[in-house]
Protein backbone atom coordinates (compact mmCIF):
# COMPACT_ATOMS: atom_id res chain seq x y z
CA UNK A 1 0.00 0.00 0.00
CA UNK A 2 1.78 3.63 -0.85
CA UNK A 3 0.31 6.39 1.22
CA UNK A 4 -0.09 9.77 -0.92
CA UNK A 5 1.06 11.88 2.13
CA UNK A 6 4.44 11.97 2.62
CA UNK A 7 5.88 11.03 5.75
CA UNK A 8 8.75 10.25 7.61
CA UNK A 9 8.91 7.79 10.42
CA UNK A 10 10.54 8.07 13.99
CA UNK A 11 12.51 5.19 14.93
CA UNK A 12 12.90 6.30 18.49
CA UNK A 13 8.84 6.64 18.70
CA UNK A 14 6.07 4.81 16.57
CA UNK A 15 5.06 8.31 15.10
CA UNK A 16 4.99 9.21 11.94
CA UNK A 17 5.53 12.86 10.95
CA UNK A 18 4.91 15.02 7.78
CA UNK A 19 8.29 15.68 6.00
CA UNK A 20 10.15 18.70 5.58
CA UNK A 21 8.13 19.93 1.64
CA UNK A 22 4.88 19.64 3.78
CA UNK A 23 6.44 21.70 6.45
CA UNK A 24 7.71 23.83 4.36
CA UNK A 25 4.75 24.81 2.22
CA UNK A 26 2.58 25.42 5.29
CA UNK A 27 5.80 28.17 6.46
CA UNK A 28 5.30 29.57 2.89
CA UNK A 29 1.38 29.76 3.21
CA UNK A 30 2.00 31.46 6.66
CA UNK A 31 4.71 33.98 5.71
CA UNK A 32 2.77 35.09 2.81
CA UNK A 33 0.00 35.45 5.15
CA UNK A 34 1.91 37.66 7.24
CA UNK A 35 3.62 39.73 4.55
CA UNK A 36 -0.12 40.31 3.17
CA UNK A 37 -1.36 41.60 6.93
CA UNK A 38 1.50 43.41 6.88
CA UNK A 39 0.88 45.22 3.88
CA UNK A 40 -2.61 45.53 5.03
CA UNK A 41 -1.86 46.69 8.43
CA UNK A 42 0.61 49.74 6.53
CA UNK A 43 -2.04 51.11 4.18
CA UNK A 44 -4.83 50.89 7.47
CA UNK A 45 -1.75 53.55 9.29
CA UNK A 46 -1.60 55.50 6.03
CA UNK A 47 -5.08 56.03 5.78
CA UNK A 48 -5.74 56.93 10.01
CA UNK A 49 -2.97 59.56 9.23
CA UNK A 50 -4.72 61.06 5.94
CA UNK A 51 -7.94 60.30 7.51
CA UNK A 52 -9.68 63.98 5.89
CA UNK A 53 -8.69 62.13 2.57
CA UNK A 54 -10.02 59.09 2.78
CA UNK A 55 -12.86 58.57 -0.09
CA UNK A 56 -15.64 56.22 0.83
CA UNK A 57 -14.82 53.94 -1.81
CA UNK A 58 -11.58 53.81 -0.41
CA UNK A 59 -12.88 52.66 2.70
CA UNK A 60 -15.42 49.89 1.50
CA UNK A 61 -12.17 48.31 -0.64
CA UNK A 62 -10.18 48.20 2.95
CA UNK A 63 -13.04 46.75 5.05
CA UNK A 64 -13.45 44.70 2.12
CA UNK A 65 -9.99 43.18 2.07
CA UNK A 66 -9.54 43.04 6.24
CA UNK A 67 -12.56 40.58 5.89
CA UNK A 68 -11.44 38.88 3.01
CA UNK A 69 -7.70 38.49 5.18
CA UNK A 70 -10.09 37.41 7.98
CA UNK A 71 -11.82 34.66 5.97
CA UNK A 72 -8.86 33.63 4.49
CA UNK A 73 -6.96 32.96 7.58
CA UNK A 74 -10.16 31.15 9.39
CA UNK A 75 -9.87 28.68 6.28
CA UNK A 76 -6.56 28.48 6.57
CA UNK A 77 -6.80 27.46 10.37
CA UNK A 78 -9.55 24.77 9.49
CA UNK A 79 -7.11 23.39 6.54
CA UNK A 80 -4.35 22.84 8.76
CA UNK A 81 -6.23 21.33 11.53
CA UNK A 82 -8.37 18.91 8.97
CA UNK A 83 -4.62 18.09 7.67
CA UNK A 84 -3.45 17.24 11.09
CA UNK A 85 -6.56 14.89 11.70
CA UNK A 86 -6.01 12.90 8.23
CA UNK A 87 -2.29 12.17 9.32
CA UNK A 88 -3.58 10.57 12.66
CA UNK A 89 -5.99 8.65 10.56
CA UNK A 90 -3.18 7.63 7.95
CA UNK A 91 -0.61 6.68 11.16
CA UNK A 92 -3.47 4.94 12.62
CA UNK A 93 -3.82 2.46 9.80
CA UNK A 94 -0.13 2.41 8.91
CA UNK A 95 -0.05 0.99 12.55
CA UNK A 96 -2.42 -1.69 12.14
CA UNK A 97 -0.95 -2.75 8.60
CA UNK A 98 2.49 -3.47 10.60
CA UNK A 99 0.62 -4.90 13.57
CA UNK A 100 -0.76 -7.17 10.62
CA UNK A 101 2.17 -7.60 8.46
CA UNK A 102 1.00 -6.31 5.83
CA UNK A 103 3.26 -3.47 5.62
CA UNK A 104 6.95 -2.78 6.69
Known amino acids: MKLSLPVAISFFYNVTVPTHSVKRQAVKKRLALHKRRTQIRAEISTL ?3 RASVKREEFDAMSKTLRQLEKN ?3 LATQLTRIAQIQVEVDVIK ?5 AKLLN
Do not use: E, F, H
Open 48 to 50: KRD
Open 95 to 99: RALVK
Open 73 to 75: TND
